[in-house]
């Protein structure tokens, strides 16, 4: 890799750190840390499977699709991003920086890519493709999401980012099967 290649990523590296130290200081504001917690815990599965069953119980039949999409695109995204993190067993920011403080619980040991973003992303893009007037209701949750685990401390933005574009990706490429 060339000077000027290690350069921009080092810079990239910087500017990351600092964003992510920036918005994680938020979380010293007790409202702010308990509002992130939440929107955290609920975006571990509860909010998704509660819309899953609303979907259900809301459209009988007719939503058996749009649930066996989302929980099979679901699926997809659990093994994509656990085989990632094996790979790039990228640390989490309060493990490396002293400045960052950890205000929620991690799932798991490594970072990258945010797996609550990651699968935000695909619930919701899929939910939306088939109950488009569920966006409004989704699409800031699933920001919300991502957002919590940079200010919980649990992930970098490029950690965030990333889940997003493969949760995209994931969400993508699975209509083209349902």
Same mark, same amino acid.
């Given at each position: 890799? /060339? ?5 921009? *990523? ?10 992510? #130290? ?12 308990? /509002? ?6 609920? =975006? ?10 609303? *979907? ?10 749009? !649930? ?5 695109? =679901?699926?997809? =995204? $659990? ?25 929620? $619980? ?5 970072? @990258? ?22 966006? @409004? #209701? !989704? #699409? ?19 950690? !965030? *980012?990333?889940?997003?574009? *493969? ?7 699975? @209509?083209?099967?349902?």
């Amino acid at each position: 890799m /060339s000077f000027d290649m290690r350069f921009y *990523i080092n810079r990239m590296h910087q500017f990351d750190s600092f964003l992510c #130290v920036a918005v994680n200081h938020t979380s010293q504001y007790r409202l702010i840390r308990n /509002s992130f917690r939440l929107i955290s815990r609920l =975006g571990d599965g509860l909010f998704w499977y509660v819309l899953m069953i609303g *979907i259900l119980v809301l459209n009988g039949a007719e939503g058996y699709q749009a !649930v066996a999409h989302m929980a099979l695109a =679901g699926l997809v =995204g $659990t093994i994509i991003y656990k085989w990632l993190k094996g790979k790039t067993l990228r640390p989490r920011p309060y493990e490396v920086h002293q400045d960052i403080w950890l205000a929620g $619980t991690p799932l798991d040991k490594f970072s @990258f890519p945010s797996g609550h973003t990651l699968h935000a992303v695909v619930f919701g893009l899929v939910a939306i493709d088939y109950y488009p007037l569920l966006a @409004f #209701v !989704v #699409v800031p949750f699933m920001a919300m999401v991502a957002l919590s685990r940079v200010v919980l401390g649990l992930h970098y933005p490029s950690d !965030v *980012i990333a889940g997003a574009l *493969i949760g995209g990706l994931i969400a993508g490429l699975s @209509f083209t099967f349902f």
